[in-house]
Nanobody
Framework: QVQLVESGGGLVQAGESLRLSCAAT????????VNWYRQAPGKQRELVAG???????NYADSVKGRFTVSRDNVKKMAFLQMSSLKPEDTAVYSC???????????????WGQGTQVTVTT
């Protein structure tokens, strides 16, 4: 079963940076649009950042200027660079993406389980 796996989470102090990665569990043909979400305890999941197939990006107001979403079409991975982290950024971060498993396959949407990011004061 194809899934996405997030990595790069951890425990950092406020002001520090982390880089999250999102990759498929199997070899794929192509990765297209990718979204990053986060869910803090007791809160609803929120869309943090996204990148379209054409490379356009969008961000939640709370992370604009601090987070950068990107995609490596050669490595077929996506990334979320997080800088100037704040305690309120603490959450489980997950990605979803449109993937082509093969060159003639119908693209599908796939999800990951998430990685914990904890920011201390």
């Amino acid at each position: 079963q194809v899934q996405l796996v997030e990595s790069g989470g951890g425990l950092v102090q406020a002001g520090e940076s982390l880089r999250l990665s999102c990759a498929a569990t199997v070899s794929i043909f192509s990765i297209n649009a990718v979204n990053w979400y986060r869910q803090a305890p007791g809160k609803q999941r929120e869309l943090v950042a996204g990148i379209t197939g054409g490379g356009n990006t969008n961000y939640a107001d709370s992370v604009k200027g601090r987070f950068t979403v990107s995609r490596d079409n050669v490595k077929k991975m996506a990334f979320l660079q997080m800088s100037s982290l704040k305690p309120e950024d603490t959450a489980v971060y997950s990605c979803d993406a449109i993937l082509w498993l093969g060159p003639v396959d119908t693209p599908g949407q796939y999800w990951g389980q998430g990685t914990q990011v904890t920011v201390t004061t």
